[in-house]
């Protein structure tokens, strides 16, 4: 079992930054890979980036790579996301998810096996 919570969001103009967190308890040495993904007003949620737990291999979508960069501190296992140079589009709510045991490339929802509650991101343009 592990609980997921997330803070972070808020609202930013284009070109600003926040970092979004993500504190993990529970079971949190069975997990595999922990990920990030956004969902859009009428859109399906959609993979953001990962990273291998027991590693700290991490991958990205597109559309956020080099803009976006997920970090970890495993004294208080959390996993964070830096977003720069946001632009409008990255407006979504953002989920933050635990894989264990399913994981093969990290880039599907059904990988993963925990999620938190979502928090909003919103970029003026």
């Known amino acids: 079992q592990v609980q997921l919570v997330e803070s972070g969001g808020g609202l930013v103009q284009a070109g600003g930054s926040l970092r979004l967190s993500c504190a993990a308890s529970?079971?949190?040495?069975?997990?595999?890979?922990m990920g990030w993904f956004r969902q859009a007003p009428g859109k399906e949620r959609a993979f953001v980036g990962g990273?291998?737990?027991?590693?700290?291999?991490?991958y990205y979508a597109d559309s956020v790579k080099g803009r976006f960069t997920i970090s970890r501190d495993n004294a208080k296992n959390t996993l964070y996301l830096q977003m720069n140079s946001l632009k409008p589009e990255d407006t979504a709510v953002y989920y933050c998810?635990?894989?264990?045991?399913?994981?093969?490339?990290?880039?599907?929802?059904?990988?993963?096996?925990?999620w938190g509650q979502g928090t909003q991101v919103t970029v003026s343009s």
């Open positions: 998810a635990a894989g264990r045991d399913r994981v093969v490339t990290g880039l599907r929802e059904y990988e993963y096996d925990y």
């Open positions: 529970g079971r949190t040495f069975s997990n595999s890979a």
């Open positions: 990273i291998r737990w027991s590693a700290g291999n991490t």
